[in-house]
């Protein structure tokens, strides 16, 4: 699996939009980008993926570049719950493929 | 709700003693998976399942083992022979569509904390 490079932390204002950069220089054209994040004693939680297209859901949005070799988890509007731990990881979608968890960006949101 | 439950969520292991984790799903995925955390780090696979009576190992699973009896379930030991047991373990699982190709993601139990007493 691709190796991705994050941030090993950043803050965040409650209210305001976190970004939160990964790097994925090596990613492949079989590779999606998944992002996860773990609040402390927790399992990890699945926040969303994408292949190349951006994404949105309930919990974030997705903007992958067009060269495919960096993305950005946008969380639009900040929470103090959202204080956490989040992971990128670069993944293919063939065969078994486990979850190659790096160390992450440490997110602090503050009132 | 539907999810993964894990117990117990704390859990105290005397030298040379074997305990086993317990990891149940209600998902209906097939595949199931154990990971280990120490602390400040990522996640290590320690087993996976794709299916029901049938298993591999992950990157450090010896001093583990497994069992996949149902769809459900997938039990965790650790015995006496993983020598350094004191972590967070997590049990996760997906689905597995039909094909060669799955982008499902995994979703995951809150853990079980290991201590060696």
């Known amino acids: 699996d691709a190796k991705t490079t994050q941030p090993p932390s950043m803050d965040c204002a409650e209210g305001r939009a976190a970004n939160l950069p990964c790097n994925h220089s090596?990613?492949?054209?079989?590779?999606?980008v998944y992002w996860y994040r773990q609040i402390h004693s927790q399992g990890p939680q699945y926040i969303i993926h994408g292949l190349k297209n951006n994404e949105t859901n309930e919990m974030a949005s997705l903007i992958i570049t067009e060269d495919r070799k960096s993305s950005t988890l946008i969380l639009p509007h900040a929470t103090l719950r959202d204080t956490a731990v989040y992971y990128c990881i670069v993944r293919a979608n063939t065969g078994f493929q486990k979850l190659v968890f790096g160390t992450g960006t440490r997110l602090l949101v503050s009132p | 709700d539907g999810g993964i439950t894990q117990s117990p969520k704390y859990l105290f292991r005397k030298e040379g003693q074997n305990v086993t984790l317990s990891c149940e799903q209600n998902l209906n995925h097939d595949a199931m998976y154990w990971y280990r955390q120490d602390p400040g780090q990522g996640l290590r696979l320690i087993y996976y399942?794709?299916?029901?009576?049938?298993?591999q190992k992950g990157d450090i699973a010896e001093g583990y083992s497994v069992s996949r009896e149902k769809k459900e379930s997938f039990p965790l030991t650790v015995t006496s022979a993983q020598k350094n047991p004191t972590a967070f373990y997590l049990c996760?699982?997906?689905?597995?569509?039909?094909?060669?190709?799955?982008?499902?993601?995994?979703?995951f139990g809150d853990g079980t904390r290991l201590s060696i007493l």
């Open positions: 399942s794709q299916i029901v009576n049938d298993f």
């Open positions: 090596t990613i492949s054209g079989n590779e999606y």
């Open positions: 996760a699982s997906s689905s597995v569509p039909p094909g060669p190709y799955s982008n499902q993601p995994q979703h």
